[in-house]
């Protein structure tokens, strides 16, 4: 089984920064994928980034010249820097990896979540 646990989130201005964190941990033989999604109040989840182990990423158009996926293969852990944020960035913001387990199963697995609060 594989463990995400986000980190980084709060309350900021407008036109301030954050950066999120989502760590992996259990029985990891590789991550091909680790993305950022958002969900604020009433709307959908939304895919903001995402990046291989490659290094190849996607932005969603709203976050774009925004926020920065990147990710620490050697500790399996993905981070999101966002800057200019805007009041519609509020949202709970949930990490996402899918790779394979030592027991060669693949796996996707969810973070709990940290709130992201851009306001006045």
């Known amino acids: 089984q594989v463990q995400l646990v986000e980190s980084g989130g709060g309350l900021v201005q407008p036109g301030g920064s954050l950066r999120l964190s989502c760590a992996a941990s259990?029985?990891?033989?590789?991550?091909?994928?680790m993305g950022w999604y958002r969900q604020a109040p009433g709307k959908q989840r939304e895919l903001v980034a995402g990046i291989t182990s490659g290094g190849s990423t996607n932005y969603a158009d709203s976050v774009k010249g925004r926020f920065t996926i990147s990710r620490d293969n050697a500790k399996n852990t993905a981070y999101l820097q966002m800057n200019s944020l805007k009041p519609e960035d509020t949202a709970v913001y949930y990490c996402?990896?899918?790779?394979?387990?030592?027991?060669?199963?693949?796996?996707?697995?969810w973070g709990q979540g940290t709130q992201v609060t851009v306001s006045s």
């Open positions: 259990g029985s990891i033989f590789s991550i091909y994928y």
């Open positions: 996402n990896a899918r790779g394979r387990t030592h027991s060669q199963r693949d796996f996707g697995s």
